[in-house]
């Protein structure tokens, strides 16, 4: 069985600019969720998301959103890029979400200039 | 390889050693709990996991180990080997939550 398939691997984007990050979860997974990864901050959490609505919602500013496909495929968006937004994007699949091992991809690596 | 995190607590083995991997969790209402090994360039990989309804769950190598009483997590790897070498992250979630807070990691060299 494929594993959590993210794409693309590598990134480079400015301030002010936007980004689109894609997630394939696992086949048969209905629930994703996504975490930003840094050295200072370590994993948190952004989003989960279960049949196409967002069930979570982290901490972070509104400029990070999401969306689910019906096939469970996910992406997010981060607008008006900041300095801070530079970080490993990490999406997790399970199947539906709650108390259950989460599987991750190998995450984005977005880095902005 | 990417650094996972810069200053990370750093435990030393020696091949065929024993590993003991501590985690501290704060919130009382958790009542799941994940450990995860990520290797430089990788995406963290589930180990094992355990509900609050246990203390002791074991794997292959591996060993979960959860104190309610002290909110403590451990993670006991048998006979351990250069490949095991990684950041290994604890992680705590609760009923409906549908969300991990991870830990901060611990990372794990094993000398050859």
């Known amino acids: 069985k494929a594993g959590v398939t993210q794409t693309p691997r590598y990134l480079i984007k400015t301030r002010g600019q936007q980004v689109t990050l894609s997630c394939s979860p696992i086949s048969g997974h209905r629930s994703v969720s996504w975490y930003q990864q840094t050295p200072g901050q370590g994993l948190q959490f952004l989003f989960e998301?279960?049949?196409?609505?967002?069930?979570n919602k982290g901490n972070f500013p509104g400029r990070f959103s999401g969306r689910q496909f019906s096939n469970s495929r996910s992406e997010m968006n981060v607008s008006t890029l900041e300095l801070g937004d530079s970080a490993l994007y990490l999406c997790?699949?399970?199947?539906?979400?709650?108390?259950?091992?989460?599987?991750f991809g190998d995450g984005t690596r977005l880095s902005i200039l | 390889g990417e650094s996972v995190g810069l200053h990370l607590p750093t435990l030393s083995v020696q091949e065929g050693d024993n590993s003991i991997i501590n985690c501290a969790y704060s919130n009382s209402a958790s009542d799941y709990f994940i450990w995860y090994k990520q290797e430089s360039g990788k995406g963290p990989q589930f180990i094992i996991d355990?509900?609050?309804?246990?203390d002791k769950r074991q794997g292959q190598r591996v060993t979960v180990l959860l104190n309610k009483t002290v909110k403590h997590l451990s993670l006991q790897i048998a006979a351990t080997q250069p490949g095991d070498s990684a950041v290994y992250f604890c992680?705590?979630?609760?009923?409906?939550?549908?969300?991990?807070?991870f830990g901060s990691g611990t990372r794990l060299q094993v000398q050859p």
């Open positions: 355990i509900r609050s309804n246990m």
């Open positions: 998301y279960f049949s196409e609505t967002q069930r």
């Open positions: 992680a705590e979630g609760y009923t409906g939550r549908r969300a991990l807070t």
């Open positions: 997790a699949s399970s199947l539906d979400g709650s108390n259950q091992p989460q599987h």
